[in-house]
């Protein structure tokens, strides 16, 4: 099994072509799953074509260039692909030895945000000033690392064999492993992140088989936590009126709701087959702010209609039931959690990001995987299906 | 699964993978409803508001088409002011409610705060007149006769005045040529309201906030027209309102001009003859009631006859109309609908009802031929007509022996008709009638148009009443219950009000002796408009045809290509051969020549040979009030009539304002002759005007050199006392020869006392008793 995989690294002690190694019944790209690639790649098309739209028009953005955003988003859509066969290259059992020092690293992005390197973008000191207007968020990377690094603590005594279940030391460090970077982002604000990653970390502690106490004892504390948070009156004033927005949609639909009545507007005017690629009138009227990163979905609502959005639903509904299939389907526990905290990402994010343009949640800043503008989502969502790639590939075939 | 090594894999874990999985497509599934329900289930919705969001629309209000007299002279258009609005919405973002605002525009403006205040507050159950009753969206106009350096102030110092605009627009003007101010023809116009749009938003025509529509006259009945449709772009804007695109644009279509058949020269006259009469008649002692007449109200009506065109429509009392243009004050409101000047906005010529008095008379005569009495058969004219023990007198209890029914119409014998109708009375079976009652005098008079409305293009017209059986019945149905409890409620001896309750609730359904008998003078119940009227003589003079009176002759479009003429139209034909017709003009002839109206044409110098006037006088009573003055004329062309309530005999005090509209309109001197170039309409204007290519109508030139002057209406009525119109009379005139006037009148009125149809002495209401014979 190991000499298979390792002859992609080129150690296998045959030596066959690039080409015939990669057409090989056994080889990876055989074994890949394909539907989960397949989706990610039509998500990301429709994603530069909706990017495209919000984009063209607004001037004041595009600095009088309409493919300007698009020609960056496939460059990004490149670059993302290239590292997610880089994971799946190096696979991710390779990459559990690297983890602590990527899960430095991350942390240590994330921290130089909070510095003056960060730059602040709609009320979040999210991103990272890299110089010749790249900017990169580290909350993405953060999401992968804590995944890793979770699972590598929480299955190295049960994949060892010496541990049906991680132990609450255990469990503790991993959760430690996670409050600090969370911390951190919190600092920034950028709420949407805290959230995803909580719910990441609530299903790592799922797959990982840790006990119910511990489970239940984390949705008691994130609950706690909120309501901490609330009371404390660390919000500032534009996430309070979010949620006041979420509570009440019809509340000053000019200011504070303006936002969610807009999309909610964008969306509903869609109807069966919407106005046509381009010519959406919210869309070409920018009355939606953030139209290409967090509000992308409004995009596909109002031009494509019930069945473009209904389509992004899907392939992301495939995309996660594939990625289940994985998790599943995996004879380590470190692979499972790892696919585990993934699904969960995806997931959550989707459901937050699509759900606020629909008004059923709150506003929260956060891009809508593989479709939204914005590169180091881009990167980390393919880093992620590498991760999967190479959990499927890795592990043994049916003996 | 199974042949997988189950290496480190609890079933814990697999059990919560399938929970995530679970968890995880439900969350995706919720997406997909909620898409669902705000896509398809609220598309619609959503889509209306995505326009709304996206399209700005630009609205270019239309100007109101013109309405034009027959010869193309404006009596109602456009003028640009200088308009200052204020806007509600701006005003009521302010900390005070746009208090300080509104000071300092009244003081800019000369004004009152108060009046300012008044004007910009919206209308409501508590609120009355003055108020904003039309949209509080749209800007309320404060004034719509700013100076130019009041506007100039306001725009200048845009910022001590938020929410105020000061622009020039165009407003409507009521130019009153001649003097002829046509108000109660012409209507009014007033900002439409909130109801109002919502209801045509789906129609032809949509109204916008700004519009103004015509709430009474020419104005509400050729409104759709007149309005025109305004222009709306339609422009896609960003979210900054940005202009993005033209989305469609529909172009201002300027309204129609309407062009009447009313003459503004004769109106004038009309309008002026009308209010002198009732001046004159305010002098006049009435026997009766022991003091002068009141004269509260009159109005004339000249037709063409061949048509049914109006040429002159005036109601008394008059008032400007254009009180009504950028907003009525509360003081003018009231004054226009309060009890003390006697409702000025009725037009009296559809609205005001009477009993008809003697001029109801051509319909008996009609409905005796028709029941079988001859034309020219004997009928006796007794001082008086006695059933069972009531007596019905002639007027003054003059006799003319046995005379036919064409005499009886000129010396208005009133026992010719009272015999006729007793006949008939009792052949549909009298007190106990017959199945299949022929009723010819209640027929006749529904066959003569009455109790219907004529049809005339103004609104609020009402069809008055032909008190026949079934309107008795209905009549006692409502009220039996009334009456009947009076009576019974009566203690001791009855008082003369409760017997006729008590008479009333026994036997109010039934049609008796003396109402019919009363009925066949045009006294009682009978109640007719003075359109009616009008458009029963010209049917005399046409040859029988009714037509359905019009003041709107041609619609002619913005552009002037599309002319839309208005075509007669009738609702009936008179039941008369061409032979009794022609007697009956005959007659008619008569009253004029030497019957009860002689004493104001045919023996008063009117040329007769020349131009043919037949007449009828009437002089109708109503309970507790004085008579009603009623006066039909018509010649070959044309058909007056003219009615004065609480005004005196029909002769008396028409006479002379009728005779001055006909001599106007002729150009007939005081010695009789015919001066053609003095004439103002010796003809029906059958053309009309020149409508030049871009539009305009060229209104036509006035022969009479030099005449228009004099017709301005700086002359009032109560200038001269014979009240001859400027342009009617002829400007020689001495107060001498007025003077002379004056003895003829006076002369006349007696003699009239005696000739005309009036039945002063009998009582209104017969009682029972003599009912039974």
């Known amino acids: 099994m190991s000499s298979r995989t390792f002859a992609l690294g080129g150690y296998g002690p045959r030596r066959r072509s690039a080409w015939d190694r990669l057409t090989a019944r056994d080889s990876i790209v055989w074994r890949m799953d394909w539907v989960i690639l397949l989706s990610g790649v039509a998500l990301a098309v429709i994603g530069s074509l909706l990017v495209y739209s919000a984009t063209r028009n607004r001037t004041e953005l595009n600095q009088g260039d309409p493919q300007y955003f698009l020609v960056r988003h496939v460059i990004s859509l490149g670059i993302g692909f290239a590292l997610m066969i880089g994971t799946v290259w190096l696979g991710h059992r390779r990459l559990r030895s690297a983890v602590p020092v990527l899960y430095g690293i991350t942390v240590l992005l994330a921290v130089c945000v909070l510095t003056p390197l960060g730059a602040t973008i709609n009320g979040s000191r999210a991103w990272l000033n890299l110089g010749a207007g790249f900017t990169v968020q580290p909350a993405e990377f953060i999401k992968i690392t804590v995944i890793l690094g979770m699972a590598m603590l929480l299955a190295a005594k049960v994949d060892a064999g010496d541990r049906e279940h991680p132990d609450h030391r255990t469990v503790l460090h991993a959760l430690g492993l996670a409050a600090l970077p969370i911390a951190i982002i919190l600092l920034m604000p950028d709420l949407g992140s805290v959230m995803v990653l909580v719910i990441i970390v609530l299903a790592v502690l799922l797959a990982s088989g840790a006990s119910n106490r511990w489970v239940i004892g984390l949705c008691l504390a994130g609950a706690g936590g909120a309501v901490l948070v609330w009371t404390l009156g660390l919000l500032d004033e534009y996430q309070i009126n979010r949620f006041a927005a979420f509570a009440n949609p019809a509340l000053d639909p000019a200011g504070v709701g303006y936002n969610t009545n807009q999309a909610r507007i964008a969306i509903g005017s869609g109807g069966l087959t919407g106005k046509g690629l381009f010519d959406g009138t919210q869309t070409t009227g920018q009355f939606v702010p953030e139209q290409q990163t967090d509000f992308v979905f409004t995009v596909a609502g109002e031009e494509l209609g019930f069945v473009g959005g209904g389509l992004i639903l899907v392939l992301l509904g495939i995309l996660i039931w594939r990625a289940c299939r994985i998790a599943r389907e995996s004879t380590e526990l470190y692979s499972t959690i790892v696919a585990a905290g993934v699904i969960a990402w995806f997931a959550f994010q989707a459901f937050e990001n699509i759900g606020m343009t629909l008004g059923i949640m709150p506003v929260a800043g956060l891009p809508l995987p593989f479709v939204s503008y914005g590169g180091t989502s881009m990167f980390a969502v393919w880093i992620a299906v590498g991760l999967l790639q190479s959990i499927r590939t890795q592990r043994p075939i049916a003996a | ?773």
Not at chain 2, 173 to 186: D, K, V
Not at chain 2, 366 to 372: D, H, I, L, P, Y
Not at chain 2, 414 to 442: H, I, M, Q, S
């Open chain 2, 1 to 773: 699964m199974t042949n997988i090594p189950e290496t480190g894999r609890s079933s814990r874990v697999t059990i919560r993978l399938v929970a995530i999985q679970i968890l995880v497509l439900s969350l995706l599934l919720t997406l997909g409803g909620r898409l669902w329900y705000l896509q398809i289930r609220n598309g619609d919705e959503y889509q209306k508001q995505a326009k709304g969001n996206h399209v700005q629309q630009v609205v270019q209000p239309a100007t109101r088409g013109s309405i034009l007299d027959a010869r193309g002279v404006p009596i109602a258009d456009n003028e640009a002011r200088l308009v200052v609005s204020a806007s509600r919405t701006e005003l009521m973002k302010q900390d005070d409610d746009g208090k300080a605002v509104l000071e300092r525009l009244a003081k800019v403006l000369g004004m009152s705060p108060k009046t300012v205040r008044e004007k910009v507050r919206l209308c409501d159950a508590d609120t009355s007149q003055p108020c904003w009753n039309g949209s509080p969206y749209q800007p309320i106009p404060i004034t719509d006769d700013a100076k130019p350096q009041q506007a100039l102030q306001i725009r200048e110092r845009s910022e001590d005045f938020p929410g105020i605009t000061a622009e020039p627009e165009a407003v409507r003007r009521y130019p009153a040529p001649y003097g002829a101010n046509t108000a109660q023809a012409l209507g009014y116009l007033s900002p439409v309201t909130d109801e109002e749009i919502e209801k045509a938003k789906d129609t032809d025509s949509p109204f916008l906030p700004s519009d103004e529509v015509g709430r009474n006259g020419l104005e509400r009945s050729y409104d759709s027209e007149l309005r025109g449709s305004s222009g709306v772009t339609r422009y896609e804007v960003d979210n900054l309102g940005r202009v993005m695109g033209e989305a469609e644009s529909d172009k201002a279509r300027p309204g129609s001009s309407l062009i009447t058949s009313i003459d503004a020269r004769v109106q004038a006259v009309a309008e002026k003859q009308l209010d002198q009469a009732m001046k004159e008649a305010r002098k006049k002692f009435d026997k009766n009631t022991g003091r002068n007449y009141k004269a509260d109200a009159g109005a004339v009506v000249v037709m063409e006859n061949k048509t049914g065109r109006v040429v002159s429509m005036a109601s008394n009392p008059e008032y400007d109309p254009n009180a009504w243009v950028g907003g009525i004050s509360g003081k003018e409101y009231a004054k226009l609908t309060g009890k003390k000047s006697n409702y000025p906005l009725l037009n009296r010529a559809v609205q005001g009802l009477a009993a008809p008095g003697s001029i109801f008379k051509v319909i008996s005569t009609t409905a005796a031929v028709n029941a079988g009495y001859p034309f020219n058969g004997r009928y006796d004219c007794s001082p008086s007509f006695k059933i069972g023990g009531q007596v019905f007198k002639n007027f003054e209890s003059e006799g003319h022996g046995s005379i036919n029914l064409g005499r009886a119409l000129e010396v208005s014998c009133d026992t010719v008709f009272y015999r006729l109708a007793y006949k008939e009375w009792k052949k549909d079976g009298g007190n106990l009638p017959k199945k299949g009652a022929k009723d010819w005098f209640y027929k006749t008079a529904h066959q003569f148009g009455l109790g219907e409305k004529t049809g005339i293009d103004i609104p609020n017209e009402v069809e008055g009443r032909v008190p026949d059986r079934k309107w008795k019945k209905n009549y006692w149905e409502a009220n039996k219950d009334a009456w009947c409890k009076q009576a019974d409620n009566a203690k001791g001896r009855p008082s003369y009000a409760e017997r006729i309750a008590k008479e009333n609730c026994v036997s109010g359904m039934k049609m008796r002796a003396g109402d019919s008998v009363n009925y066949s003078i045009g006294q009682g119940d009978t109640l007719v408009t003075p359109i009616q009227m009008a458009t029963i003589y010209a049917a005399l003079s046409n040859g029988g045809t009714l037509y359905d009176p019009t003041l709107g002759k041609a619609v002619v479009s913005g552009d002037g290509k599309s002319v839309k003429e208005i075509k007669p139209q009738s609702h009936g034909k008179l039941p008369l051969g061409k032979k009794t017709l022609k007697q009956m003009d005959k007659a008619l002839q008569g009253v004029a020549t030497h019957g009860t109206a002689a004493w104001r044409f045919g023996e008063a110098g009117w040329p007769q040979d020349k131009i043919k006037m037949r007449a009828k006088t009437g002089t109708a009573e109503v309970a507790g009030k004085q008579t009603t003055s009623w006066l039909a004329t018509y010649t070959d062309d044309f058909t007056i009539v003219m009615t004065i309530s609480q005004g005196g005999t029909g002769s008396g005090a028409s006479g002379p304002a009728v005779r001055k509209i006909y001599d106007a309109m002729y150009g007939v001197g005081e010695d009789g002759g015919i001066d053609k170039k003095k004439a103002l309409l010796p003809k029906p204007e059958a053309k009309l005007p020149k409508i030049s290519k871009d539009g305009t109508i060229v209104a036509k030139r006035d022969k009479r050199r030099g005449r228009d002057a004099s017709a301005s209406p700086s002359a009032s009525p109560s200038a001269s006392p014979t009240g001859s119109s400027p342009s009617a009379s002829p400007p020689g005139e001495t107060p001498r020869a007025r003077g002379e006037a004056e003895a003829v009148r006076n002369e006349g009125e007696r003699q009239q006392r005696r000739r005309d149809g009036a039945q002063q002495a009998r009582a209104t209401r017969v009682l029972a008793g003599g009912q039974r014979p």
